[in-house]
């Protein structure tokens, strides 16, 4: 089930300008069980429009939210190292910054396993997640992190209201890309919020996308791209202050935005919408070049995985994340080139990537077999995977990035 948007998914003004096209590819996250080989999957147009009006860039095709959460929805965020000891620095750092203790409530949108707000729970600060995913949902239960399985929106926020809940910290983080009604979901922000309280957002960053060419960012899941500027605006109409923002590398570049009931900006704000002023990410123009950049490195990778390959080399690819799946169907990499893919999610283990049907594996293979070469399809976490895998790469394994350009990476040994 998919629908194409006619107008802007947060201003409502139509016209949407193409920017890039994918063309059609999987549900990046439907991993194929063994049983369900013999069957077709499903595979949907992909493709990125800019609104002229707000700036906001933005899928033009909608898969409904069934169709993309279905109840084995595999990510799990405490399977990174890198996310773990992010989430924990936050938590100390809001729970002193706000002053929160036993009379606050922090409410987690998109709360996934609860990785999170178990950091809040353990300072004595009640939590509430919410999250529709029925498995992470249950694992976050069981860690005795209350959870709401449900989707959020002005409706939900409307429910806690009247059961007398008000947030001094609501936390969405990786979730607002994703959300389909873009308006319901800050409306319900604004509404949860106590008058002195502030939500915490974090996103992926537009411009590190566009610079860094990392176009396997772009899947069904992740509706929009944001720019500082189509924030400010897409707050600024719910009666919300973006008040500060900070720029940090997780997952390619994100944004962490600060979005308070009132108050006025500070000098971040100022500085972000002038710089993107600046380099045009509010015209059309920046983003012209992108689609004949991302041909670009298609073309190159499909030309140095050809090359290891007639050399003899035996290539495996390490990440059976959403970026993965996108990257290995819109360059056509598939079982041609690429033996199976390693994760350390155990809930992916066993199972296939999406269109290109690769077996994904535990990571351990790679020093049992010892592939020549590992696609990082997960370079948002090269530094931890990279540590990880000593072992592979002192007994002569080598590592190749697709994203900015292609690149056998040097030998390093921290
Ligand atoms: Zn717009």
């Not at 994703?178 to 309280?197: E, Q, T």
Request: glycine letters at 8%; proline letters at 6%.
């Amino acid at each position: 089930m998919h629908q194409v948007i006619s107008a802007c998914r947060s201003c409502g003004t139509g016209g949407l300008r193409p920017i890039l096209s994918l063309g059609e590819t999987p549900l990046a996250d439907a991993l194929v069980d063994p049983a369900r080989l013999d069957q077709p999957e499903a595979s949907y147009p992909l493709e990125v429009a800019f609104c002229a009006a707000c700036s906001l860039v933005q899928l033009k095709q909608t898969v409904s939210p069934e169709t993309l959460f279905t109840q084995d929805y595999p990510y799990y965020s405490s399977f990174s190292d890198t996310l773990v000891s992010h989430a924990r620095r936050n938590a100390e750092r809001l729970i002193t910054d706000e002053g929160l203790d036993q009379q606050s409530l922090v409410v987690e949108l998109a709360s996934n396993d609860g990785y999170l707000l178990r950091h809040f729970a353990a300072q004595g600060v009640p939590v509430l997640g919410i999250d529709p995913a029925e498995g992470p949902a249950r694992a976050a239960q069981e860690a005795g992190i209350p959870t709401l399985r449900a989707f959020f929106d002005r409706e939900l926020a409307a429910c806690l209201l009247a059961e007398g809940k008000r947030a001094e910290v609501v936390l969405a983080n990786n979730v607002l890309a994703h959300v389909p009604d873009l308006n319901g979901f800050v409306a319900g922000i604004g509404m949860l919020l106590a008058g002195s309280g502030v939500a915490v957002i974090e996103a992926p960053y537009v411009r590190d996308l566009i610079d860094r060419c990392e176009f396997d960012t772009i899947y069904h899941e992740h509706l929009c791209y944001f720019s500082v500027t189509a924030l400010n605006r897409l707050f600024a109409r719910h009666g919300l202050v973006l008040s500060r923002v900070e720029h940090y590398p997780l997952h390619g570049g994100s944004l962490r935005l600060f979005v308070r009931p009132g108050g006025e900006p500070d000098d971040t704000v100022r500085r972000y919408l002038a710089e993107e002023a600046e380099h045009g990410l509010d015209e059309v123009g920046y983003y012209r070049d992108f689609a004949a950049r991302v041909e670009q490195v298609k073309h190159d990778l499909l030309a140095l995985l050809g090359k290891l390959k007639a050399s003899g080399a035996r290539i495996a690819a390490y990440g059976a994340a959403a970026k993965g799946a996108t990257l290995l169907n819109y360059v056509g990499i598939g079982s041609e080139t690429l033996d199976y893919v390693v994760d350390r999610n155990v809930h992916k283990q066993g199972r296939f990537m999406p269109g290109v049907r690769l077996p994904i594996a535990d990571p351990a293979r790679l020093v049992a077999d010892q592939p020549d070469y590992v696609l990082l399809l997960a370079w948002n976490f090269a530094d931890e995977i990279l540590a990880q895998q000593q072992a592979y790469l002192r007994a002569g394994g080598r590592f190749v990035v697709p994203v900015p350009e292609p690149a056998v990476l040097e030998r390093s040994y921290p």
